[in-house]
């Protein structure tokens, strides 16, 4: 099944802002939206943004998320070290009758 | 607070079956739509299954329809997966996942490693 589209790495430095795109198509991100996961190394993913790009409650409001037709942007500001993590976007794909995900960003904070 | 805990996972023959397990608590389980999610060594989220509420709709990647079944029992709040024909392409984390509006409550995993 055909995934969604992400920037493979994306290196910013300290408190500086770094958003990560997601391409998708109108059957998935431009229809359905795009939800947003932040996963470190050897944990389970978070979510970190619904697909109607509204925060879960305990995720600080220095992620938001949004959507310009097919392509979904997860916006980081203030990047602490901690932000250093991989990134996924997810969608309900209506043609296909799955969810797709991205390959994932991998975010370093120099 | 919401919780699930996968097991089952272990190391299986190819052609071989496991049966995962996924123990929910702190919600109403059977109000909400679950998924399985797996990730190979170093890579990315692969979404396998969902199954809806009453277990009346089930949808499957295409990588593994006709071999993994998911269902669930909401009298023990337990979502299930038959994992089957294993291959070795099948070794992954796999994980639980609850739906609301994306997966917002993710289990911890459970290893499934296919080897001959």
């Known amino acids: 099944q055909a995934g969604l589209t992400q920037p493979p790495s994306v290196s910013k430095g300290l408190r500086q802002t770094a958003t990560l795109t997601c391409t998708g198509n109108s059957n998935n991100v431009g229809n359905q939206g795009a939800a947003w996961l932040q996963q470190h190394q050897g944990h389970p993913p978070k979510l970190l943004s619904y697909?109607?790009?509204n925060r879960p409650s305990g995720i600080s409001e220095r992620f938001s998320a949004s959507r310009s037709g097919n392509t979904a942007s997860l916006t980081i500001t203030g990047l602490q070290p901690e932000d250093e993590a991989d990134y996924f976007c997810s969608a309900w794909d209506s043609s296909l009758r799955a969810w797709v995900f991205g390959g994932g960003t991998k975010l370093t904070v120099l | 607070q919401v919780q699930l805990v996968e097991s089952g996972g272990g190391v299986v023959q190819p052609g071989g079956s496991l049966r995962l397990s996924c123990a929910a608590s702190?919600?109403?389980?059977?109000?909400?739509?679950m998924h399985w999610v797996r990730q190979a060594p170093g890579e990315g989220l692969e979404w396998v299954a969902l199954?809806?509420?009453?277990?009346?709709?089930?949808n499957y990647a295409d990588s593994v329809k006709g071999r993994f079944t998911i269902s669930r029992d909401n009298s023990r709040d337990t979502l299930y997966l038959q994992v089957s024909s294993l291959r070795a392409e099948d070794t992954a984390v796999y994980y639980c996942?609850?739906?609301?509006?994306?997966?917002?409550?993710w289990g911890q995993g459970t290893l499934v490693t296919v080897s001959s």
């Open positions: 702190g919600f109403t389980f059977s109000s909400y739509v």
């Open positions: 697909r109607n790009n």
């Open positions: 996942a609850k739906e609301r509006d994306g997966f917002d409550y």
């Open positions: 199954i809806w509420y009453d277990g009346s709709i089930k």
